[in-house]
């Protein structure tokens, strides 16, 4: 039996999780989030204990993201709270955003729908200021809910409107916050949100933001949408933002643009960095680690090991340096080719993970520049092994796709 009245209209499939429960709170007559949450954590105390103290009490931690260790606390809580509602099963938990199990370039991922995310593109409350939810005013009259989209960073425009998404409050000026502020349809002045106007966007920019937000795999010819997944887009957007953006700056336009001339762009930027590399050198090439010259070229690429085909970032910056090791064959001088990578490194540029080139290490199949003492584990971010080396043993695998050169333990 329904402990709480639901919404007469159900939670909508891109509704985020935090829109629904302040619909709940309207439709059951709570002054705000807190009322209820201490309602329903009364209830589940009754039938969970340990999903009680997980159910948060203050609005900005009810995603399940937000939980630092009783994450699975949170999601019986959640299937609690289905039932307090009568609503189908695993319906609220269609709506969180969850901690994903993969990694991008080591940051911290979400996952939702079958799309993982990096947590950073995600708008949400921090310690130190008060980030904008942007709302589409036009989205908001029809049906007064927010959208899980409109808290990635990336989409500043309604691609159903083709207008502008509203930062601030056209009254007072404070950035918009549903969560802050516990209302979906009203500003903390008292300003009604749908009533606030919008700057119209060009057709292309929308075309780009439909193209980004699809869920398919579509035939483009920029390789950004190429046959690439929603997980993979974000990927290149997070790679071009840590290598092109000293700010977090977010205009997929830009973004789509430098794409448009890939791979030459890229290929043209390694050569001018290749070019200069002997000016720029202190000690020998077989001395000198790679990212000394090349930056963080390799680390900040796509994590692709769990991906069914390897990053189009990675596959360019392979061939780049397969090309670049057979046009600087071994000499008596040591040239580019005899750069150092790290364990990291060759992690990335071998598909594999951490242990397993200390393994490749151990077997004498990856030899390193210095002599070691025994038993004293590598330090991951030096530069130890030669890119020569850990280019010509994974060419000999072929690199058509991730593979695993391990024999079984």
């Given at each position: 039996m329904a402990f709480l009245f639901s919404?007469?209209?159900?939670?909508?499939?891109?509704?985020?999780?935090?829109?629904?429960?302040?619909?709940?709170?309207?439709?059951?007559?709570?002054?705000?989030?807190?009322?209820?949450?201490?309602?329903?954590?009364?209830?589940?105390?009754?039938?969970?204990?340990?999903?009680?103290?997980?159910?948060?009490?203050?609005l900005k931690r009810l995603n399940v993201y937000h939980a630092k260790h009783n994450s699975h606390f949170r999601m019986r809580a959640l299937g609690l709270l289905e039932t307090l509602l009568d609503l189908p099963r695993y319906e609220l938990q269609k709506l969180a955003l969850l901690k994903s199990d993969i990694k991008f370039n080591y940051s911290a991922a979400l996952y939702k729908g079958g799309v993982d995310i990096p947590q950073r593109f995600?708008?949400?409350?921090?310690?130190?200021?008060?980030?904008?939810?942007?709302?589409?005013?036009?989205?908001?009259?029809?049906?007064?809910?927010?959208?899980?989209?409109?808290?990635?960073?990336?989409?500043?425009?309604c691609a159903k409107h083709q207008c502008t998404l509203v930062h601030k409050c056209p009254e007072c000026c404070a950035p918009i916050n549903y969560i802050e502020n516990e209302s979906i349809t009203h500003c903390s002045c008292g300003f009604e949100l749908s009533?606030?106007?919008?700057?119209?966007?060009?057709?292309?920019?929308?075309?780009?933001l439909n193209k980004l937000l699809n869920k398919s795999e579509l035939d483009d010819n920029n390789p950004l949408f190429k046959n690439t997944t929603l997980t993979e887009r974000f990927a290149a957007l997070l790679w071009y933002q840590e290598r092109y953006?000293?700010?977090?700056?977010?205009?997929?336009?830009?973004?789509?643009?430098?794409?448009?001339?890939?791979?030459?762009?890229?290929?043209?930027?390694?050569?001018?960095?290749?070019?200069?590399?002997?000016m720029k050198l202190i000690d020998l090439f077989n001395k000198t680690e790679?990212?000394?010259?090349?930056?963080?070229?390799?680390?900040?690429?796509?994590?692709?090991?769990?991906?069914?085909?390897?990053?189009?970032?990675?596959?360019?910056?392979?061939?780049?340096?397969?090309?670049?090791?057979?046009?600087?064959p071994k000499t008596k001088k040591p040239n580019v080719a005899d750069l150092l990578?790290?364990?990291?490194?060759?992690?990335?540029?071998?598909?594999?993970?951490?242990?397993?080139?200390?393994?490749?290490?151990?077997?004498?199949?990856?030899?390193?520049?210095?002599?070691?003492?025994?038993?004293?584990?590598?330090?991951?971010?030096?530069?130890?092994?030669?890119?020569?080396?850990?280019?010509?043993?994974?060419?000999s695998f072929g690199n058509d796709k991730a593979r695993m050169y391990l024999s079984a333990w």
């Amino acid at each position: 039996m329904a402990f709480l009245f639901s919404p007469k209209i159900g939670p909508f499939s891109d509704e985020s999780l935090e829109s629904y429960l302040l619909r709940v709170v309207s439709e059951n007559f709570f002054d705000s989030y807190e009322g209820l949450s201490l309602a329903i954590r009364e209830e589940l105390h009754e039938l969970d204990f340990e999903a009680h103290g997980a159910f948060p009490i203050d609005l900005k931690r009810l995603n399940v993201y937000h939980a630092k260790h009783n994450s699975h606390f949170r999601m019986r809580a959640l299937g609690l709270l289905e039932t307090l509602l009568d609503l189908p099963r695993y319906e609220l938990q269609k709506l969180a955003l969850l901690k994903s199990d993969i990694k991008f370039n080591y940051s911290a991922a979400l996952y939702k729908g079958g799309v993982d995310i990096p947590q950073r593109f995600i708008c949400y409350h921090t310690e130190e200021a008060v980030d904008s939810i942007p709302v589409c005013p036009q989205c908001l009259a029809e049906e007064a809910y927010i959208k899980q989209s409109w808290h990635i960073k990336w989409v500043n425009a309604c691609a159903k409107h083709q207008c502008t998404l509203v930062h601030k409050c056209p009254e007072c000026c404070a950035p918009i916050n549903y969560i802050e502020n516990e209302s979906i349809t009203h500003c903390s002045c008292g300003f009604e949100l749908s009533c606030g106007s919008t700057s119209p966007v060009n057709t292309l920019s929308i075309d780009h933001l439909n193209k980004l937000l699809n869920k398919s795999e579509l035939d483009d010819n920029n390789p950004l949408f190429k046959n690439t997944t929603l997980t993979e887009r974000f990927a290149a957007l997070l790679w071009y933002q840590e290598r092109y953006s000293k700010e977090e700056t977010f205009c997929l336009d830009d973004v789509v643009n430098y794409f448009n001339e890939w791979p030459v762009v890229f290929y043209k930027e390694l050569d001018e960095l290749s070019k200069n590399a002997e000016m720029k050198l202190i000690d020998l090439f077989n001395k000198t680690e790679f990212k000394f010259i090349f930056g963080n070229a390799i680390l900040s690429c796509p994590n692709t090991q769990k991906q069914r085909e390897p990053h189009f970032i990675y596959s360019t910056l392979l061939d780049y340096l397969a090309t670049l090791v057979e046009s600087n064959p071994k000499t008596k001088k040591p040239n580019v080719a005899d750069l150092l990578v790290s364990v990291l490194e060759a992690a990335t540029l071998l598909s594999i993970s951490i242990e397993q080139v200390y393994r490749l290490y151990q077997d004498g199949i990856l030899q390193t520049a210095f002599r070691h003492k025994m038993n004293q584990r590598i330090n991951p971010y030096k530069g130890v092994f030669f890119l020569r080396h850990v280019i010509e043993y994974k060419t000999s695998f072929g690199n058509d796709k991730a593979r695993m050169y391990l024999s079984a333990w």
